[in-house]
């Protein structure tokens, strides 16, 4: 899997100066900037893989973030390079027998698709830098809803601090009181000692019954047990293949939580019962199938991002069948939180950032 990810890397790159830098060539005070602007991003974009997968020291010193921020920044403007470049390139072939593309290759054609490449990119940052949106979801329609918050994805790390977290928070007490704060992974990425006063301001949000997490992929990447502690001072339980019961004014709850890199589906999903409303939480959505099965009620995952931005958004549902939003399947409802920061290029163009409000009728059918 390492040497398919290099050797598509560098294929890109390669691929991208022939068909945008190469036409420069005539012109040596555009074609040396650029194809040295391709050089130090493939650099940086190979950097990465090669110092993180093979490092065996957790912490990051301020020159490695610096460089992990540009790696992240050359995936994004790659992504949206390669995209346009692709899309022209089809053109040109389609127009070939015509022979109406000649206005569609040369320099003015590179130095277009350089420039919709940085728009796209500075428009995907300034959305991503933004913040999460609130999106409202009712499943059922009762008087006195339970209220429940989802946050999933936030990624606190190389682009996500303190501030974006207190954004989350200010955005969060907007919404009044609240019965349960659900964390449904991915919540860091890095070491975790160096996030705590970044994560911080979750301490601060109140609940009337409780607030729970459960690790996604990335706190497995790292240090998943330290990740777990961290999240466990700020006031949360954290659920590790097992089940808690709680009271509410509707009636009993089951909540339900699987750690995303050792999870036992089949041992956490046993105690579910039809008198008891059971909450599953599950960082990646494909576990729904075990959670219909089981007969879940209701189910909250994340981990998709909904594709964070193009191109990826246009085949994610292609890859998951529960990609983003609300489904329902018989009497078990999924919602798939498109994730409330972003990973790796610090960019949504085409998706958006969100905080989920659930407001459930535990019986409703």
């Known amino acids: 899997m390492f040497i398919v990810i290099i050797s598509v890397l560098v294929a890109a790159f390669v691929y991208l100066g022939f068909r945008i830098a190469g036409p420069l060539y005539p012109y040596p005070e555009f074609f040396w900037p650029v194809t040295a602007a391709f050089g130090l991003g493939l650099a940086n974009v190979l950097w990465m893989p090669l110092h993180f997968w093979t490092s065996e020291d957790p912490e990051t010193s301020a020159l490695e ?5 540009g790696a992240y920044l050359a995936l994004g403007a790659l992504s949206f390079l390669l995209l346009f470049t692709l899309a022209r390139d089809l053109a040109v072939l389609l127009l070939l027998p015509f022979g109406r593309s ?8 590179s130095a277009g698709l350089l420039g919709a490449t940085a728009l796209a990119l500075a428009v995907g940052i300034g959305i991503a830098l933004r913040g999460p949106r609130v999106v409202r979801v009712e499943i059922g329609a009762g008087a006195a809803p339970l209220r429940i918050v989802q946050i999933s994805d936030l990624h606190v790390g190389t682009w996500i601090g303190r501030r974006y977290v207190e954004d989350v928070v200010r955005k969060i007490r907007a919404l009044g009181p609240i019965d349960f704060l659900f964390l449904t992974g991915d919540i860091g990425d890095g070491d975790p000692k160096g996030h705590v006063e970044d994560l911080a301001p979750l ?17 497995g990447y790292w240090n ?16 590790e293949n097992e089940t808690a ?4 004014p509707a009636g009993p709850i089951s909540i339900h939580g699987i750690s995303d890199p050792q999870a036992d589906v089949a041992r956490t999903l046993a ?4 008198y008891r409303y059971s909450i599953f939480l599950a960082h990646q959505p494909h576990h729904a199938e075990a959670a219909i099965a089981a007969g879940v009620r209701l189910q909250l995952s994340g981990h998709t991002h909904q594709g964070q931005f193009l191109p990826w958004n246009l085949f994610i549902r ?3 069948r529960f990609a983003a939003g609300l489904y329902r399947e018989g009497k078990t409802s999924i919602y798939v939180n498109r994730g409330t920061g972003f990973w790796g290029p610090p960019v949504r163009l085409g998706t958006l950032s969100e905080i989920t409000l659930l407001e459930v009728d535990l019986w409703a059918d």
């Open 65 to 69: 973030r610096t460089l992990e921020r």
């Open 102 to 109: 000649d206005g569609l290759t040369g320099p003015v054609a």
């Open 203 to 219: 301490a601060g949000i109140e609940t009337r019954i409780g607030k729970f997490s459960v690790s996604g992929n990335h706190e």
């Open 224 to 239: 998943e047990a330290e990740w777990n502690a961290r999240i466990r001072e700020l006031g949360f339980r954290v659920l």
């Open 245 to 248: 019961e709680v009271a509410s």
């Open 271 to 274: 105690t579910v019962r039809p």
């Open 318 to 320: 292609k890859i998951h």
